[in-house]
Structures are given as structure tokens and as C-alpha cells.
């Protein structure tokens, strides 16, 4: 089968789904692993589609469909657990923080380990994590959205409203200029409450995020603290400094 030919097929499977793994290329094609390897290499160069662990993810600027907090735990990886390591050096004694829901996060709790702080939270990664470390954390009920394992809604809200925090970590599915995405009005309204009950507001995100798109903006860039985010590439992340101080690890 020639080159072009393993391209269009490949990009039909990433149309039907939104990851797919090196097998099921493999499989589908009936080609190498290593030939199906370089291409999804030469695709990402293209501009096509991007890699993951263990396979690729179309490259389109506005999802048709959300990824679920599983599909995102194979994305990103190094990334999200340098943005981790910068992010918990911000957490000092004595602080109330809120801690959003995601992946990177999730990554921040695991090396969350300070018994002198008190987290507040509506995911329920982000509190297992916790509470293996044996950290004082409070889950936020409500009504679970089983695609991101946050809690939101009318419980969500009131227990909220009346919190306050030292510091509110959170993350996003994009940012394109001053504006911060998400994928449901329900999640981005509930992180902006708790947003706006917090001094110092901190972004977590690896540089996929920057230039995509996504269903609600629930907040702008200017008014968060700062934006933790990997360097690469370089000329990604300096397009949020127009907005808001950016510490890149």
C-alpha cells in the first residue's frame, strides 16, 4: 500500500474516533508497527494530527466531541507532570486552595503532600490523589459528569459561593487570545465561581491548549495570577504574555 494511501486511511479512522492507537493501524492497514509509527511521525510534522502515548489524536482546532478524562491521561504526559511540579512549589503552609478538575491537575495531586493546607475540590481524581497523601480535602458534591468526573450544578454552586481561597489552581480545553475554554457551560461556570473567590488564580496547561477552541469561554486571561505551561514551542507560549505572566517549565 502506498504512503498516501495509509495517510487517507489513517485520517478517516481519526475522523470515526477521536484516538487511535498504533495497533488499530496496524490492524486496519496490515502493515509494521514501525511503518505505522513513522507515518503518524510525518502527520504530526503536517500538521495533521498530533501523537499520544501509544497512537495520535486528530488536530482540529474545535473538537466535535470532548475527550474523557481517561483518553486525556494518556495525552501529554511529560508535559503535564513538569506543569505539576512548578504548580505545587506555589503551595505553601496554611493555604485553602481550590484545586479544578483535568488531568494535569489530577498530575498536581499526586505530588501534592503537604499535611498543612486544606484543598477544596469537585473532581473526584483530584481527591483520591489527595487523600492517598493524606491531605485535608473536601469533595464538592453535586451531579457528576461521568465524561470528567467533576461535580457541578445547583449543590455544586452553593456549597461554592460561599468559599474562599487563598489560591485556585485550575485548567482548561483552550485558550485562544484573552479567552479561556472549556467544554460545557456547567463546568466553566462553576470554575469561575470559584475563581472569583480566590486572591491568586493559577493556569495549568501543556502548550496543546494554546490556539484551541472550545464550546464556552468562562474566563480571560488577564485576570488569572499566572499561566504555568511547558517552553515547547517557544513561539506558542510567548503569545499568552501579551495578557498575563507565563512560568514555563
Sequence with gaps: MLKNERWKIIQE????????TVSDIVERLDVSDMTVRRDLNELEKNGILKRVH???VGNDRYPHQELSHKDKQIMHMAEKEKVAEQAVTLVEDNDIIFMGPGTTLEA?????????????????PVFQKLIANEVKTYLLGGEIRLKTEAFNGEITMNSLKNM???????????????KVMTATLAEGITQELALENATERYLLIDSSKIGQKD????YNLADVTSVICDKDPKEKYQKLMAYVDVMCQ
Aim: aromatic share 12%; net charge positive; charged share 15%.
Design 108 to 124: 498536581m495531586a499526586t505530588k501534592l503532600k503537604n499535611p498543612n493546607i486544606v484543598v477544596v475540590t469537585n473532581c473526584l
Design 13 to 20: 479512522m481519526l475522523s470515526q474516533k477521536d484516538i487511535v
Design 54 to 56: 501509544g497512537g495520535a
Design 164 to 178: 474562599h481561597f487563598h489560591k485556585a489552581f485550575f485548567s482548561c480545553n483552550g485558550i485562544v487570545d484573552n
Design 215 to 218: 464550546f464556552y469561554e468562562f
